[in-house]
């Protein structure tokens, strides 16, 4: 054939691959969510194999085996016991809790490292919601606001680097912020949940934390799954709101909110492959049909690809070892 442009040329050695690659991933773009709990046991999470809800002597260590890897950033999420949990959810802002006590523990021993917290009522909440319940059912948006604001101060103290509000109310960037520079906060950062969607993606982490709703869904605050135009909504009013980094949630089946935020905002964005998704690899490779680490690569390479500047995944610390043994 008389073929003058031939993309294959490009793809004839690895070395020439490695050459006209546009993506690479690293483990500084890499943020490990960690689950703790009360106690001195590390528990293994039955609904999310390979996971464990650290004690805080554990979680340090995983942190620093983290570190080795090349990690730096983490997110938290605290198992809060039943009898904690109150339809005011007044635990999320006890500076004496599971929380706070991690952020300095973790902040003692590594000072470098980024710590974010998550920001909602959902593991403190009787009602397993993200926001406050009314008698009737409804979740009360401004009250909630009040409350996060509560908890983000609370985070901000124990040594917070940024706070991730994660509950979809309306105007609860902007409020955090006012309440953290109030507070002489200015340097702690959000990462807001821009479009969080309601998923079926998350039942394996509601499992880990306990923190199922008791009634209803969640869809009067996360977004429907079917729309997209909103996300973009979303994302120039948390932008007007002051937010620091943009998040996407789930990552892998949302990729085309992640490309369409990716043009809308100068913003960093991150996404969240979330516990569902995890689940979803980690069952096809344990079963043998799948190849862990292709799979994990490939995955996070879509995600970063789309858009994503950061990436928060379960797969983080293995990941970084992952890469650690080179390209191919
Ligand atoms: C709750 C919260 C959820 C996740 C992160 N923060 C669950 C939910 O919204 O019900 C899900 C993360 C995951 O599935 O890995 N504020």
Sequence with gaps: MSLPIRPRRNRQSAAIRGLVRETRLSPRQFILPLFITEGTENEPIASMPGCQRWSLEGLVGEVRSAWEAGIRSVVLF?????????????????????????????????????????????????????????DDGRILNDETVVALCRQAL???????????????????????????????FQAVGIMSYTAKYASACYGPFRGALDSAPKAG????????????????????????????????????????????????TSLPLAAYQVSGEYLMIKSACAAGWLDEKKIVLESLTAIHRAGADMILTYFAKQAALYLAEGEE
């Design 78 to 134: 605290p198992r809060i016991a039943e009898n904690l949990k109150t339809r005011q959810a007044e635990e999320a802002w006890n500076d004496g809790g599971l929380v706070p006590r991690a952020i300095q523990k973790l902040k003692a021993a590594f000072p470098e490292l980024t710590v974010i917290t998550d920001v909602a009522l959902d593991p403190y909440n009787s009602d397993g919601h993200d926001g406050l319940v009314s």
């Design 217 to 264: 869904d969640k869809k009067t605050y996360q977004m429907d799954p079917a729309n997209a135009r909103e996300a973009i909504r979303e994302a120039h009013l948390d932008e007007a709101e002051g937010a620091d980094i943009l998040m996407v949630k789930p990552a892998g089946f949302y990729l085309d909110i992640l490309h369409r935020l990716r043009s809308e």
């Design 154 to 184: 609370c985070h901000a103290r124990a040594g917070a680097t940024i706070v991730s509000p994660s509950d979809m109310m309306d105007g609860r960037v902007g409020a955090l912020r006012t309440a953290l520079d109030g507070a002489g």
